[in-house]
């Protein structure tokens, strides 16, 4: 199956399986994602299946939300996908504050890590 239409544009169905992989790897319920980009559950429900199209305002808050990027999103391009470009992509929309606050959380965590090692999962 082409991920593209025609004219070049992004398949509804590929992109919202995408945004529902996404939203899986977050751990989250269409209920709570659909709170934190500010949209209702139904329309996430239908851009998950393909039967509706995001904005660019949807599209948007996706990003900034999780970090993943547009090209992954819109075009499956993995490229500019690693974790620490979507920490990055997830500051450079925080206010300073926030910014702040996520560095006192990765500093506590890794303290912790260096102080009880990484093999916690391991049991």
Do not use: W
């Not at 991920?3 to 544009?9: Q, S, T």
């Not at 751990?27 to 299946?49: A, C, H, P, T, Y």
């Not at 305002?57 to 999103?73: A, H, M, N, Q």
């Amino acid at each position: 199956m082409n991920d593209y239409l025609p004219n070049n544009m992004p398949n509804n169905l590929i992109v919202g399986e995408r945004i529902r992989g996404i939203r899986e790897d977050l751990k989250m319920n269409r209920e709570r994602f659909s709170e934190m980009i500010d949209i209702s559950d139904v329309f996430l429900g239908q851009i998950e299946r393909g039967e509706r199209s995001l904005s660019l305002k949807t599209l948007y808050r996706i990003v900034s939300f999780t970090g993943c990027s547009t090209d992954y999103i819109l075009f499956g391009n993995k490229n500019n996908n690693s974790i620490v470009d979507k920490i990055n992509r997830i500051l450079a929309n925080s206010s300073d504050t926030n910014i702040k606050y996520f560095y006192e959380l990765i500093n506590c965590s890794h303290m912790f890590f260096k102080a009880y090692g990484d093999n916690l999962d391991q049991k």
